[in-house]
């Protein structure tokens, strides 16, 4: 997990809320991804950046918002959009698009 | 969508024994990742392949890449309980801007 940050680790909101989940790289990365994963599956694409002040949508971007105003932070924030938000999210960072990806040890989140 | 389907979806060996998983995907991709992800954790890189190469060893590991039959396997031998873990493989895409798409793994059980 070294060098990517995901903050907190556990997360509970009540529905209706919205939450913002923190991401931070000091590998001075270009790119970096928000990813969701749900029990016993693979992870999907929320969001994903190839550099500042960019962002792209993925395959699951509704209900979820991004910025990219600092190179090394990437928070997502889950609206009340989002009709089924709790989940593993994972952030990750690769030093250009297409390389590896060096992952976050995931915020687990749960709407009560 | 889901590019990558791995199988088995489960794998239970003793210690001493070798693993192996297979990934498929369904279109042209520049590259072909393989990651591991303890329970709860997350993701940790292990070994990238490109498109125009068969073969790669890292330590335990190999991984063979066809492009025919758009298929790709991980091999770890002399596995250890250490080795217990879930197995994603990931596919970048020709011309994509560096996305990639996560199969939804193949759950590991070594025993001592």
């Known amino acids: 997990d070294g060098g990517i940050t995901q903050s907190p680790k556990y997360l509970f909101r009540k529905e209706g809320q919205n939450v913002t989940l923190s991401c931070e790289q000091n590998l001075n990365h270009d790119a970096m991804y928000w990813y969701r994963q749900d029990p016993g599956q693979g992870l999907r694409l929320i969001y994903y950046?190839?550099?500042?002040?960019?962002?792209q949508k993925g395959d699951i971007a509704e209900g979820y918002s991004v910025s990219r105003e600092k190179k090394e932070s990437f928070p997502l924030t889950v609206t009340s959009a989002q009709k089924n938000p709790t989940a593993f999210y994972l952030c990750?960072?690769?030093?250009?698009?297409?390389?590896?990806?060096?992952f976050g040890p995931g915020t687990r989140l749960t709407v009560l | 969508s889901q590019q990558g389907e791995e199988d088995p979806q489960a794998l239970s060996i003793q210690e001493g024994e070798n693993a192996t998983m297979n990934c498929s995907y369904k279109t042209s991709i520049n590259n072909l990742q393989w990651y591991r992800q303890n329970s709860g954790r997350g993701l940790v890189h292990l070994i990238l392949i490109r498109s125009n190469e068969r073969e790669k060893h890292s330590g335990r590991l190999r991984v063979t890449l066809d492009t025919s039959k758009k298929s790709s396997s991980l091999l770890i031998t002399a596995s250890r309980a250490a080795d217990t873990a879930s197995y994603f493989c990931?596919?970048?895409?020709?011309?994509?801007?560096?996305?990639?798409?996560f199969g939804q793994g193949t759950t590991l059980q070594v025993k001592p």
């Open positions: 950046s190839q550099i500042v002040n960019d962002f």
């Open positions: 990931a596919t970048g895409r020709s011309g994509n801007t560096g996305k990639l798409i």
């Open positions: 990750a960072s690769s030093i250009s698009s297409g390389s590896e990806q060096f």
